[in-house]
């Protein structure tokens, strides 16, 4: 059964960080690339960084900079760790493979002062 559980979501005021993890199973996780993803309301679910199974990362214009995207195969786990957070980062927030159709739950982020 495949799952991806994500957590460390929240409220942040503008300018703060958060670092979100999520732990993967059931697939060979090492052989994927994986993203983070994210909806806000009223828009589309949009991709916002991935990472190679070598480590090669790519970030979506809005978060370049901002964002960085890791890693640990042995754990099966991904990170993004998010700063200089903005009200227009508020959305759910979901890691996937891209090549599967598989998606987890999502965790909230909500920029607000």
């Known amino acids: 059964q495949v799952q991806f559980v994500e957590s460390g979501g929240g409220l942040v005021q503008p300018g703060g960080s958060l670092r979100l993890a999520c732990a993967v199973s059931g697939f060979n996780f090492e052989l994927y690339t994986m993203g983070w993803y994210r909806q806000a309301p009223g828009k589309q679910r949009e991709l916002v960084a991935s990472?190679?199974?070598?480590?090669?990362?790519n970030y979506e214009d809005s978060v370049n900079g901002r964002f960085d995207i890791s890693r640990d195969n042995d754990k099966k786990m991904v990170w993004l760790q998010m700063n200089r957070l903005k009200p227009e980062d508020t959305a759910v927030y979901y890691c996937?493979?891209?090549?599967?159709?598989?998606w987890g739950q999502g965790i909230q982020v909500t920029v607000s002062s």
């Open positions: 990472i190679s199974r070598s480590g090669i990362t």
């Open positions: 996937r493979a891209p090549t599967r159709d598989d």
